[in-house]
């Protein structure tokens, strides 16, 4: 993925928006898009604009590729939140073994 694509990614990410929302903005195809973030396809000067535009940023602020603190802050949180997130699968995965377990104990007492 090259520093545009990352970008646009991160950007999309931060409004809240799937792949399938943005594509319908900019009015192309989800794999189009997806192709843009991954880098496999040149993105036009129109493009640019109208992909900044919807991010509310002008094609020079879209294109810098220095990672701000903002974003830095916003990639640590996201992380943290994605560990939170596997931690609690792991934890509702064991509850659902004990669950299992008192429902199989239950069952054989009541045979």
Known sequence: MNALGKKIRLLRHQKGWSQEDVAKRLDISIPAFSKIETGITDVNLSRLD?????FGLTVVQLLATNDSEEEKKFISEL????????????EVIELQKKVIELYEQLHKKGE
Do not use: F, G
């Not at 109208?50 to 919807?54: F, N, V």
């Not at 992380?79 to 792991?90: G, I, S, V």
């Open 79 to 90: 992380t943290t939140a994605n560990k939170k997130l596997q931690e609690r699968d792991a």
């Open 50 to 54: 109208q992909i900044s535009r919807l």
